[in-house]
């Protein structure tokens, strides 16, 4: 995506692709989309994909490819083990990030199981800018606890701040000398902190992170899954950073890491993930656990096709113009929203828009679980599904008792490449409506409620007969309109 300038003045993204494989898409009438709902549980992890119209539930897995990813597929190397391909993927791992050991596995959270299995014991206290689900999951299970040291603004929906993704760098240190930096196993920080928005850190706070680590003998872990986003955001919004090419950025965060994992679902736009350090010792422990968990050294669980399509996708990654699509496809959707007076979390981040349904929705109490109750609403008004990132997407503490999340967001996510211009509009036109509306809008209650991970896969019911009423209500102002 360029920064072409149109005659008329108007801002409008321009791709710097075209569009050559499409997927059909179908939009269901509004009644059948609130029974699609209903046998969904109102969990949008739970709705079939045959009934979506815009699946922006996640980037994971389903960015779009390019010609060149497609084409390296086919020349992929099968062989169980000591193919070709894994050695080129992990020469343009060392090309990239200039670390010797990869270490293959079958997705991002893959890693962080070995991660977590190798190094987090009982009583272990791991600090990180901001959690992720699957991240915060493995180190508890494993007897650890999660010490969250982000930045005032990080929860602040409307922000101009650039870098809400920061490590607050004195609470850091606070968080190591209260806990004794040998229970501190590793300090991890996420780019483009997934559950507050997409909200990069910059440079020079990874940097102070490195500083505090290097102070108190701690390895520094990078979650480079959504690190395109990040990069993109450092190059745009940092000082001093404006000149450095996107390789240069990469190669700075990676030098200042120990250990880096992603997921190739998100990084790289294929599936699959890895381990990269330059740490021999932390490859020797770690690799045992990959021949054990995921599969022989050179596939981790990959297929050889996906190891093809990540190299290219890393490739790719350092291209500007690719990885702007997504920031900037996300700023403009988030930008029309603002100017309709909708609430949405500002700056514009990476991986999607993010709607503040604290505020969408404020008469829905945090326990009825309004970002998951406004998911729903979206998905009958438009066929949209979207992803709650909110108290539903907690886990409750060891009592029993709820954990109220600091925000509750719906995450519309923009995979890269993905969606049109007029997709976007659509969407943004059913969420004004639904903004118009949002006091018909009810809460959620749990129907089957797992123990682990509930937002995956749990059921819920609508409080109330909102939902009803919400489709009566789109009839009269859409008439028969899909
Ligand atoms: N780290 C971050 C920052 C992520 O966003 C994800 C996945 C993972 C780790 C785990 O990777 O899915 O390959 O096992 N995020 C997905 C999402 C699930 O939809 O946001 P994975």
């Known amino acids: 995506m360029s920064e072409v300038r ?26 059948e989309r609130l029974k699609a709902m209903r046998e969904a549980g109102n969990n949008t992890f739970l709705l079939k994909n045959r009934d979506v119209f815009m699946d922006m539930l996640t980037d994971s897995g389903v ?5 060149r990813q497609l084409a390296a597929m086919m020349t992929a190397d099968d ?25 293959p596995a079958h997705q991002g959270r893959a890693c962080e199981n070995i991660l977590a299995k190798v190094y987090v014991k009982k009583g272990s206290v791991v600090p990180m800018n901001y959690h992720f689900t699957t991240t915060k999951s493995h180190i508890t299970l494993n007897g650890g606890r999660v010490e969250e040291v982000y930045i005032p603004e990080a929860l602040k929906a409307e922000s101009s701040y650039p870098f809400k993704g920061n490590a607050d760098i004195g609470r850091l240190e606070e968080v190591i000398k209260e806990n004794g930096p040998e229970n501190v196993p590793f300090v991890r920080m996420e780019a483009g902190t997934n559950l507050i928005g997409g909200q990069p850190f910059s440079l020079e706070n990874l940097r102070q992170v490195r500083r505090v680590c290097d102070k108190y003998g701690i390895k520094l872990v990078l979650d480079a899954s959504l690190l395109a986003d990040n990069l993109y955001f450092i190059k745009t919004r940092e000082h001093g950073c404006s000149s450095m090419s996107i390789r240069e950025i990469t190669r700075a965060m990676a030098d200042l890491s120990d250990i880096i994992y ?11 993930g890895g381990i ?24 981790g ?9 990540i190299a290219v996708g890393l490739d790719e990654t350092m291209d500007e113009n690719m990885i702007n699509q997504g920031p900037i496809f996300i700023a403009y959707m988030v930008d029309e929203l603002r100017k309709k007076g909708i609430p949405v979390v500002t700056p514009a981040g990476g991986l999607g828009c993010h709607i503040d349904a604290m505020e969408f929705v404020d008469h829905i109490p945090q326990d009825q679980y309004p970002a998951g109750a406004l998911a729903a609403a979206l998905y009958i008004a438009g066929g949209i599904r979207g992803m709650e990132r909110g108290t539903l997407s907690e886990q409750r503490d060891e009592d029993g008792n709820e954990v109220l999340s600091n925000m509750e967001l719906l995450r519309l996510a923009l995979p890269r490449r993905v969606f049109t211009m007029s997709q976007v509009k659509y969407a943004v036109d059913r969420i004004v409506w639904l903004y118009e509306n949002r006091h018909m809008i009810g809460g959620l209650a749990f129907v089957e409620e797992p123990k682990v991970l509930r937002f995956f896969f749990g059921r819920l019911e609508a409080i109330g007969d909102w939902q009803e009423k919400l489709v009566r209500k789109f009839r009269q102002d859409f008439g028969d309109s899909l």
Request: aromatic share 12%.
């Open 6 to 31: 149109f005659f008329t003045g108007e801002t409008v993204p321009l791709e710097m692709h075209k569009v050559r494989i499409v997927q059909k898409l179908d939009l269901l009438p509004v009644e």
């Open 63 to 67: 960015n779009a490819m390019s010609d």
């Open 79 to 103: 062989s169980y083990a000591g193919s070709e391909t894994f050695y080129r993927l992990e020469a343009k791992i060392r090309e990239i990030f200039g670390m010797k050991y990869f270490l």
């Open 262 to 272: 992603f997921s190739a679902r998100k990084l790289g736009c294929a599936r699959g």
């Open 276 to 299: 990269c350090t330059n740490d021999k010792a932390a490859a020797d422990a770690m690799k045992e656990l990959v021949t054990l968990y995921e599969g022989f050294l050179t596939y």
């Open 301 to 309: 669980g990959m297929s050889v096709r996906e190891m093809e399509a």
